[in-house]
């Protein structure tokens, strides 16, 4: 979307809950937790990891005026950057089952279909 350079926190859904766990059972992990992988991506580095989860080719970007017309305001959120690191969980101990954007996507490719 846009240039693509824009920074993308992710997470998959077995460390949320993961991370939800570890907070409500710690009292060191008090405080909020961003719940976000250590391993921010880029959204063109996102978009090329989840056509090959999905094997389907990524050939075109959109560009960022065609995205506003089609999703109006929406395409502004689509297009910000959040490099977001979940320094908080990480404190607490927590230990990421999917740290890897490739991985996390493999195993919810496999677990949709």
């Known amino acids: 979307l846009g240039s693509g350079r824009q ?6 859904i077995d460390d ?6 570890q ?3 710690q009292e060191k992990a ?3 937790m961003n719940a976000v992988s250590p391993n921010p991506a880029t959204n063109l580095e996102f978009t090329k990891a989840l056509g090959k989860a999905l094997s389907r080719p990524t050939l075109f ?7 506003k017309i ?4 929406f395409g502004g959120i689509l297009l ?14 927590y230990v990421f089952r999917y740290p ?6 493999r195993d919810a490719v496999r677990g949709a279909s």
């Open 23 to 25: 907070g409500a059972g």
């Open 80 to 93: 910000s950057s959040q490099r977001a690191f979940p320094a908080a969980a990480q404190r607490a101990g």
């Open 7 to 12: 920074w993308m926190p992710w997470i998959h």
């Open 70 to 73: 089609v999703v109006g305001e």
């Open 30 to 32: 008090a405080g909020p």
């Open 16 to 21: 949320v809950v993961g991370i939800m766990l």
């Open 100 to 105: 890897l954007l490739a991985d996390a996507l």
């Open 61 to 67: 970007p959109m560009p960022a005026t065609a995205l």
